[in-house]
């Protein structure tokens, strides 16, 4: 067992920690491989492991990480003895690396993914016991994107081992915000208050500069800081990746850091033992400093007045109309349709982004045009299936700007399977996650708060199930439903149950007039989420289009009645750009409320 010095505690509290670099990088750079995970080269090539981890050591590192960073039983598919035996080979291997040095051992493991919470904690359960059970006392989790299953990893190695020390290390964006649309300063207040973690920091994603950023937006520290960023920005050559930023660079701004009051630095991705010596070379001479991190001003915005939301909270009970946006570059319709709808006196136009998972105007930017042009509030939707957090945080930056702060998330229809390996997202995330996100956002100041609203299937066939995910999504600050057409018996019962378990959250009732018999039976066998009643789809049989017209806006009108009671206000889907029918029915629902 390596004999280490003074506990760690002690040594930050004098001097600076300093870690190792990239193993992973710079293992497939001296054995020209890549592909394949480094891992398994703790008991494949166990030498060229222990070799690099002397490097490291010699450049100066004083602490170094077992290269065990993906060795869990998710990417191993389940092999357990293996998994096992990768870990022991990769703590032996540092072990022995560090001994002649007297350096740190942390047990490293990477973050544990596409798992309910509860099975992502016992996979971390499973890792730390095989670390434990081998000696380890230190531990680095890193490159994480939320908190799920740290907390309560953390404190079970302070019941085993009560003078562990826990490092806790995030994978940020510059803007702040990891690849789940979590903040910095909410994961570092929640690692903080924990009470079992010993350190926090960022790693990955970002070079030196962008780890700047992180360290100005969370302001000051309440835990020791640890800042491992990877050499640079990287670019891809030949389905190579390459870090640019200079050795000197990397470590000059490392060290201008410590001395802001960094505790703990090393490197991550393409940093070599020359960028670790850079580093200790640079550090020659300086020590931490206590408290000095600054946090960023932000400039305020003016909030902008919605009389949508207004009419809601105030029992006026307005009208939404959703509209598809056009499968071109063309406008003109839409336009037309939206200006019919405003003249029949709708309150808002909801805008659906990409339905059925194809390719359709941009419904933020048709947000935009709308309200600029027509002075009628729009609601886009915006769905978490085809982009990533930064197009995310860009489109609601136009739409703050745009004056536009009500939005409907939904997590979106599903793919196509043949069509996944040409449309897929970077990161994906559901709608509870983007909510989250993008309240956030607002309190951060970076835009005006929007309203966000959620979806609510009253046609579910277990409906309990739908409450409890609405309740859920009401925690992670949506302010409301839109329903699924209410063309049932079952899907009325479901809204009245709706509002009698969700008090506080706001309700709009869905309306989609049937068009027609064939309609009625697409809508109940082909379109997720709605369910047409077998009477409702008889009473159209042998009508023509206008017979058949007249029976929707009388069974739209008797839905309208029938669950008034139950909503703050009405969503009507437009069947197929049929806005003067759905105009129509609007007249006659504000006319009739006018007459009570």
Not at 453 to 479: D, R, T, W, Y
Not at 483 to 505: H, I, Y
Request: net charge negative.
């Amino acid at each position: 067992m390596a004999q280490e010095r003074v506990d760690i505690r002690e040594h930050i509290k004098k001097e600076p920690l300093i870690f190792d670099g990239g193993m992973g990088t710079y293992y497939a750079q001296k054995t020209h491989t890549r592909g394949k995970g480094v891992e398994l080269a703790n008991v494949e090539t166990p030498l060229v492991v222990e070799a690099i981890h002397t490097e490291y050591l010699r450049a100066g590192a004083q602490a170094i990480k077992t290269n065990t960073f993906a060795a869990n039983r998710i990417v191993y598919q389940g092999e357990e003895a293996l998994v096992q035996g990768i870990l022991q080979a990769g703590w032996e291997l540092a072990t022995r690396a560090a001994e002649p040095f007297g350096a740190y051992i942390f047990a490293d493991i990477g973050p544990v993914t596409g798992l309910p919470p509860a099975d992502i904690a016992e996979e971390y359960r499973f890792l730390v016991d095989t670390f434990l059970a081998l000696g380890a006392k230190n531990f680095l989790f890193e490159t994480n994107s939320s908190t799920e299953g740290l907390v309560e990893t953390a404190a079970h190695i302070k019941q085993v081992v009560p003078d562990a020390f826990v490092l806790t290390s995030f994978s940020a964006f510059s803007g702040g915000y990891t690849r789940d649309g979590f903040f910095v300063e909410e994961l570092v207040r929640e690692a903080a208050s924990s009470g079992y973690i010993d350190a926090v920091g960022f790693n990955c994603v970002s070079g030196v500069q962008a780890m700047k950023e992180l360290v100005h937006i969370i302001g000051t520290c309440p835990l020791p800081l640890s800042l491992m960023p990877n050499a640079g920005h990287p670019i891809i050559v030949d389905g190579r990746t390459f870090y640019e930023s200079a050795p000197d660079y990397f470590g000059e701004g490392l060290a201008a850091l410590v001395r802001e009051g960094v505790a703990i630095v090393g490197g991550c991705c393409g940093t070599t033992p020359e960028y670790i010596h850079a580093l200790c070379k640079a550090l020659e001479g300086g020590t931490a400093a206590e408290g000095a991190h600054v946090q960023q001003k932000r400039t305020e915005l003016v909030p902008v007045r919605s009389l949508f939301f207004e009419a809601l909270q105030t029992g006026k009970i307005p009208i939404a109309v959703e509209l598809d946006p056009p499968e071109t570059g063309n406008a003109d319709k839409f336009m037309a349709g939206a200006q019919e709808l405003k003249e029949a006196g709708v309150h808002a136009i909801t805008i659906a982004d990409n339905p059925i998972a194809r390719a359709r105007m941009d419904a933020a930017m048709l947000a935009g045009r709308v309200y600029r042009s027509l002075g009628l509030e729009p609601i886009p939707h915006m769905t978490c299936r085809d982009r990533n957090l930064n197009a995310i945080k860009s489109i609601l930056l136009g739409l703050s700007a745009e004056g536009i702060h009500n939005m409907i998330a939904i997590t979106g229809d599903p793919i196509p399977t043949a069509e996944r390996d040409e449309v897929k997202s970077v990161y994906q995330f559901n709608s509870r996650k983007l909510s989250t996100f993008i309240k956030n956002l607002g309190e951060r100041g970076d835009v005006v708060p929007f309203h966000v609203f959620g979806a609510l299937n009253v046609n579910a066939a277990h409906f309990p199930s739908q409450l409890g995910l609405a309740k859920k999504k009401v925690e992670a600050g949506i302010v409301g439903f839109f329903t699924q057409p209410v063309l049932s018996t079952r899907a009325k019962e479901n809204l009245r149950t709706a509002r009698d378990t969700l008090p506080g959250a706001l309700i709009l009732g869905g309306i989609m007039p049937v068009v027609s018999e064939r309609n009625a039976r697409f809508m109940d066998s082909e379109i997720s989420g709605i369910h047409v009643e077998e009477r409702i789809i008889n009473a159209y049989h042998g009508l023509d289009r206008v017979e058949a017209e007249e029976l929707a806006v009388k069974l739209s009108l008797e839905i309208a009645k029938d669950i008034e009671p139950y909503i703050d206000g009405y969503y009507i889907i437009t069947p197929f750009a049929r806005t003067a029918l759905v105009a129509r029915i609007v007249k006659e629902i504000i006319g009739r409320r006018r007459t009570v």
